[in-house]
């Protein structure tokens, strides 16, 4: 396979974002092919034993096993990787793949990892459920309460793992005041950036070791595949995260890696322009929603807590928000009356989508624990999409009026 600039860093790094969303990672087979090849084998041949025999030891680069390579995921990785700002990045099946794995990698029985209490239901899963049962302490905190993180640390602390903004209720954390606790105490961050995508926001530019992805939502943008990232240094990727990958094999199949991929090249637009919708049918919102004495949960308006640190810390605030009427059943009402946005639970796709938390993607956790984070019976998240925003608008309008609200 002939390479081409789009994975020669010596070039790429020089490049601007946007150019490295639509080219970044890049390879060429001799056929000089425009839009990225989609290699679908599980194996590859070899001229010679020896030449095999050299890439299992480490010795020659090449693959060897779509497990541990494959040249189309080599391109989305390579291409995350750059627009992330990251030494390396790992494809993972699925979001919540990637977010396994950066957890188990790292942490060992007897340690303790520190989580934000406002995340995705099955992000919480991880965290009450799964790594207790290896012997992993856990402690959930208000993630937007700056002393709370140093004040969980524990002496066997070796993890913070959060996600900013929060799903649903939007919390934001202070990336640069938490990465900086946690360097200061040798504890690895790692950051659930699946709200944000690397087009609004990139820990790492704060001080964050290790940012995980759903690809599903923002990446891909279409609603088509599953899929997922870790970034790192590549110190940690080869020595802590690989390991784990390579014998556990929570792997991108290529074809989902080459949707991806094709996202990604108009990430940065999709991004933009759905936050902009978002504000907009905020402000439309805000005054209607507060009038029936809901809450706005909105980082991209004033009357978020942390507006101001949302809008220093991310290029635009994206495509999602919520608010809460007063009940389920309001909100059930509001959700049957949509005749243009869609019941859905997935988000950053270009279509509007909305959803009632509490009874989908939040509807495996113990109601105590729901409601402690904010996930009340009348809450509803909206992802606004790329249609037009007074569509959109007259839609909600219209649902509304029909709620009662
Ligand atoms: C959707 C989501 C995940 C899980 O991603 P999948 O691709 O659905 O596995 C994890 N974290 C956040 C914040 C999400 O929104």
């Known amino acids: 396979m002939k390479k081409t600039t789009g994975t020669d860093r010596s070039v790429t790094r020089n ?25 679908l084998t599980s194996g590859y041949t070899y001229d010679d034993a020896q030449t095999v025999a050299d890439r299992f030891a480490g010795d020659a680069q090449g693959m060897t096993y779509s497990r541990l390579q494959n040249p189309t995921v080599a391109m ?29 990698c790292q942490l060992s029985a007897g340690d303790h990892c520190v989580a934000a209490r406002a995340a995705f239901g099955s992000c919480r899963w991880l965290v009450d459920h799964l790594l207790p049962r290896f012997g992993i302490e856990t402690t959930v905190i208000d993630s937007a309460d700056d ?21 649903p209720t939007l919390d934001i954390v202070d990336l640069a005041h938490v990465c900086g606790v ?19 926001q990139r820990p790492m530019e704060f001080g964050a ?7 599903t939502k923002l990446m891909d943008g279409q609603g088509r595949v599953l899929a997922g990232a870790i970034c790192g240094s590549e110190e940690w990727i080869n020595e802590t995260l690989l390991p784990f990958q390579r014998n556990t094999g929570p792997n991108i199949a290529p074809f989902n890696a080459w949707v991806v991929l094709k996202g990604l090249e108009t990430l940065e637009l999709r991004a ?13 919102l805000e005054p209607r929603v507060q ?57 950053g796709d270009a279509r509007s989508l909305m959803c009632h ?17 904010g996930v009340t019976e009348g809450l509803l998240r909206i992802n606004v999409g790329l249609e037009d925003i007074a569509d959109v608008t007259e839609d909600m309008d219209r649902a509304l009026a029909v709620a009662g609200i």
């Open 272 to 284: 933009h322009k759905q936050s902009e919708n978002a504000v907009k049918l905020g402000e439309f």
């Open 76 to 104: 989305l990785e390579e291409r995350i990787a750059l627009m992330e700002g990251a030494q390396g990045c790992r494809a993972q099946a699925s979001g919540m793949a990637a977010m396994t794995a950066a957890l188990l």
């Open 147 to 167: 002393a709370a993180w140093e004040a969980a640390i524990r002496p066997n602390t070796k993890v913070f793992f959060f996600e900013t903004p929060a799903n």
């Open 291 to 347: 009038k029936a004495g809901g809450h706005m949960l909105h980082p991209g308006l004033p009357s978020h807590p942390r507006h101001d640190l949302a809008t220093k810390q991310m290029d635009a605030t994206g495509p999602i928000f919520a608010f809460d009427v007063d009940t389920r059943e309001r909100a059930f009402a509001i959700l049957d009356a949509l005749e243009l946005v869609d019941i859905s639970n997935n988000i």
């Open 357 to 373: 938390p509490a009874s989908t993607t939040h509807a495996g956790m113990e109601e105590d624990a729901r409601t402690a984070m």
């Open 15 to 39: 490049w601007r974002p946007a150019t490295r969303a639509v080219r970044g990672g890049t390879w060429r087979s001799e056929h000089g092919e425009t839009s990225e090849a989609l290699f």
């Open 209 to 215: 070791d290790v940012v995980a992805y759903s690809a």
């Open 182 to 200: 946690a360097k200061a105490h040798g504890i690895t961050t790692v950051v659930d950036n699946a709200f944000a995508s690397p087009a609004l």
